[in-house]
């Protein structure tokens, strides 16, 4: 069993920045990939980064190429997501979500541990 936790999220000004860091606890992270999911009110959730174990391979939804960051140390049991240039439309509710098989899908059935939540508000 794997839990997550992230932390990071709070109230930023439109253009700011956040960084968002999961930890595991439970058991070390052995090859799972990390992924980084967010849920606006009223909305589904969708995929937002996600990374391989290595590091080597990333994931991002067209909304975030080119703004958020990705990066994991599997030393710590930690992953972040560095959020640049926020915009109203990333408010939302950010999880982690661990996948055993490894692979860095966008789809929120491929992971299989998921953390509470961390609130991300950007203000315009």
């Known amino acids: 069993q794997v839990h997550l936790v992230e932390s990071g999220g709070g109230l930023v000004q439109d253009g700011g920045s956040l960084r968002l860091s999961c930890a595991a606890s439970?058991?070390?992270?052995?090859?799972?990939?990390m992924g980084w999911f967010r849920q606006a009110p009223g909305k589904e959730r969708e995929f937002v980064a996600a990374?391989?174990?290595?590091?080597?391979?990333?994931n991002y939804a067209d909304s975030a190429k080119g703004r958020f960051t990705t990066s994991r140390d599997n030393a710590k049991n930690t992953v972040d997501l560095q959020m640049n240039s926020l915009k109203s439309e990333d408010t939302a509710v950010y999880y982690c979500?661990?996948?055993?098989?490894?692979?860095?899908?966008?789809?929120?059935?491929?992971?299989?541990?998921w953390g509470q939540g961390t609130q991300v508000t950007v203000s315009s």
């Open positions: 990374i391989t174990y290595s590091g080597r391979y990333r």
């Open positions: 439970g058991r070390t992270f052995s090859s799972e990939a």
């Open positions: 979500a661990a996948a055993r098989s490894g692979l860095i899908g966008s789809s929120p059935r491929g992971y299989d541990y």
